[in-house]
């Protein structure tokens, strides 16, 4: 595979000369240090003033490298060696510099890093990009690390070779080797798996697991914890959608870590058998489940957190005709919504209505219901009596929404105004319920689990 490369330049051309020999490049992206107080940068490492006379034409004579001492055999510095660019033959189209400012700012080392990775990749897609951060500050060296472990997919080098001191490698020892940066980039992502899982970004943590797949062995430690978090983040994924099904068959493959969640969601699928079982539904008097009506309100809030203000407000809407449709639904008998007996509905009703007998059923909206409920006299009907102005109003806003019948979406102060309007709603029907003896699954909301904000395996 062709390769293309980004290396950090310090004070020496020795570890650079290595690695470009070695790796053969079709097109190197050098980080370099720029101009400051009055000292050169590390580019001029790789293209300096000769070479710009050499450009214009002008002859320039190499000095010749310095010869070993005969008493000590060391070798001096040899000033005069040629720029890297020479040594190596590149013309200016084979490479670019990127010049960072404060080489000991990590930030700005990060920065240029991630812009050399973006060059290279623009430039060849399908080359693999090879990253080496032998030379300059450590701060470069870091910040072109960092760079490549973010992205994934680019291959980290470093020269070693022997070190007659505690500086630099010695000339002529010097070997290309791969760095033992993958557990530290594996690690790295399996806690931004965990982290996405805190934020409700269940996508995003699958993708990064995906990506990780390549990066790991089967049947290891590292593969085990990617594999709980990514079930984890799709289990939770198709419970924040309501396919809760779906939600607890992921889920009970770790039954010990999502006991408690798996019990509350338990109660969620069956309040939804109740509510999918039709007018033929036999429950007990007295008897009604909230859990349903709880994980819509749970999931609104997260669709508040996450600043999806008119997801959350859609929520909140289904929540409040889920209120009205649960106390037709738990009644003997029971009633559809979408379909009502006339019979069944008291005259008061019927009259307010304008219904007449020449339909035998009637589909009803959201306040509709809640007016039946009250005709009833049934708890939730009490509280809606209490509240109906208010409610309306709210609705009426809603329903001038950009994602109902308007144009303004909704902003995070009346999202919250709808939320807090109907949480107060439910925990009035809640009381209201308990004074009457309903036997409840959920006698608070508080018992209503939200998604957990981080896991351990």
């Known amino acids: 595979m062709y390769k293309n490369l980004i290396i950090t330049v310090g004070d020496s051309k020795a570890p650079i000369l290595t690695s470009v020999k070695?790796?053969?490049?079709?097109?190197?992206?050098?980080?370099?240090?720029?101009?400051?107080?009055?000292?050169?940068?590390?580019?001029?490492?790789?293209?300096?003033?000769?070479?710009?006379?050499?450009?214009?034409?002008?002859?320039?004579?190499?000095a010749a490298p310095p010869k070993a001492c005969d008493a000590c055999g060391n070798v001096p510095r040899w000033n005069n060696e040629p720029s890297i660019s020479t040594q190596l033959g590149?013309?200016?189209?084979?490479?670019?510099?990127?010049?960072?400012?404060?080489?000991?700012?990590?930030?700005?080392?990060?920065?240029?890093?991630?812009?050399?990775?973006?060059?290279?990749?623009?430039?060849?897609?399908?080359?693999?990009?090879?990253?080496?951060?032998?030379?300059?500050?450590?701060?470069?060296?870091?910040?072109?690390?960092s760079a490549s472990m973010d992205h994934g997919q680019i291959e980290i080098m470093v020269v070693t070779g022997k070190r007659r001191d505690l500086v630099k490698v010695a000339d002529g020892t010097q070997r290309v080797t791969n760095s033992n940066w993958k557990g530290q980039m594996i690690e790295k992502q399996i806690n931004q798996m965990k982290d996405c899982i805190a934020d409700?970004?269940?996508?995003?943590?699958?993708?990064?697991?995906?990506?990780?797949?390549?990066?790991?062995?089967?049947?290891?430690?590292?593969c085990e914890k990617v594999q709980f978090y990514a079930t984890i983040a799709e289990g939770l994924k198709y419970w924040d959608l309501f396919n809760y099904q779906k939600a607890k068959e992921l889920l009970s493959d770790y039954g010990p870590d999502m006991g408690r969640y798996l019990g509350y969601l338990g109660n969620v699928i069956n309040n939804l058998e109740d509510m999918n079982n039709g007018k033929d539904n036999k429950v007990k008097p007295k008897k009604i489940?909230?859990?349903?009506?709880?994980?819509?309100?749970?999931?609104?809030?997260?669709?508040?957190?996450?600043?999806?203000?008119?997801?959350?407000?859609?929520?909140?809407?289904r929540a409040l005709e889920l209120m009205a449709q649960i106390g037709l639904r738990y009644q003997n008998p029971s009633i559809d919504t979408a379909e009502v007996p006339v019979e069944h509905m008291p005259e008061s009703f019927i009259k307010q209505r304008g219904y007449t007998d020449e339909k035998q059923t009637f589909s009803l909206g959201l306040i509709a219901s809640y007016e039946l409920l009250r005709a009833q006299n049934h708890p939730i009907g009490r509280v809606f009596a209490k509240k109906e102005e208010k409610l309306k109003d709210l609705l009426n806003t809603r329903n001038n929404s950009f994602m109902a019948h308007g144009y303004a979406p909704f902003t995070e102060k009346r999202t919250k105004m709808f939320y807090d309007f109907m949480l107060g709603f439910v925990k009035e029907v809640l009381e209201e319920l308990k004074e009457q003896g309903y036997k409840l699954d959920l006698d608070s909301?508080?018992?209503?689990?939200?998604?957990?904000?981080?896991f351990e395996n």
């Open 200 to 222: 409700y970004q269940y996508e995003a943590c699958i993708e990064i697991g995906n990506q990780l797949s390549s990066h790991i062995n089967a049947g290891s430690e590292e």
């Open 445 to 454: 909301f508080e018992k209503a689990l939200q998604f957990p904000d981080s």
């Open 90 to 145: 590149l013309s200016q189209d084979q490479f670019d510099i990127v010049k960072i400012q404060n080489p000991d700012n990590i930030q700005d080392c990060y920065n240029a890093a991630k812009e050399g990775i973006h060059l290279l990749i623009n430039k060849a897609p399908s080359f693999q990009v090879v990253a080496d951060y032998t030379g300059a500050t450590k701060t470069m060296s870091y910040g072109l690390i």
């Open 22 to 62: 070695r790796i053969k490049p079709v097109h190197i992206v050098f980080i370099c240090s720029d101009d400051k107080d009055g000292t050169k940068g590390s580019y001029t490492q790789i293209w300096d003033e000769k070479d710009d006379r050499r450009m214009q034409g002008q002859e320039v004579k190499e």
């Open 289 to 317: 489940s909230m859990a349903l009506l709880f994980d819509v309100m749970r999931n609104a809030e997260r669709k508040i957190m996450q600043g999806k203000y008119d997801d959350a407000v859609a929520r909140v809407y």
